[in-house]
Nanobody, 131 residues
Framework: QVTLVESGGGLVQAGGSLTLSCRASGRAFSNYFVGWFRQAPGREREFVGTTRWDARDAYAAGSVKGRFTISRDNAENTVTLQMNNAKPEDTAVYYC????????????????????????WGQGTQVTVSS
């Protein structure tokens, strides 16, 4: 069982930066990979990025690549989403989610980009980017 709590959302001007944190409680956080998703009003939940359970790899979606960075600190049970050069289209509720390390540690794009893969979700944090 993993409980996730996001923080750090708020209002930022276009071009600005924001740091979102996802803090996990529960056992063996290092056995879970973590994804960030976002959902804007009237739109489907969208994959933003993910980090491997051992922090050896991370991926960002094409829409945020080069602007957003995902990192994790397993000693602190925390995953961070660093948002730079924010754009109005980044406005959404941001969620972190966790899923157990896959069998054989085979970590596939189709897996980590899919919301239904994840078993645990935070409550979300609102990010608003003003133009």
């Amino acid at each position: 069982q993993v409980t996730l709590v996001e923080s750090g959302g708020g209002l930022v001007q276009a071009g600005g930066s924001l740091t979102l944190s996802c803090r996990a409680s529960g056992r063996a956080f290092s056995n879970y990979f973590v994804g960030w998703f976002r959902q804007a009003p009237g739109r489907e939940r969208e994959f933003v990025g993910t980090t491997r359970w051992d922090a050896r790899d991370a991926y960002a979606a094409g829409s945020v690549k080069g602007r957003f960075t995902i990192s994790r600190d397993n000693a602190e049970n925390t995953v961070t989403l660093q948002m730079n050069n924010a754009k109005p289209e980044d406005t959404a509720v941001y969620y972190c989610a966790a899923a157990p390390r896959p069998l054989g540690s085979v970590w596939l794009k189709d897996t980590y980009e899919t919301a239904s893969t994840y078993d645990y979700w935070g409550q979300g944090t609102q990010v608003t980017v003003s133009s």
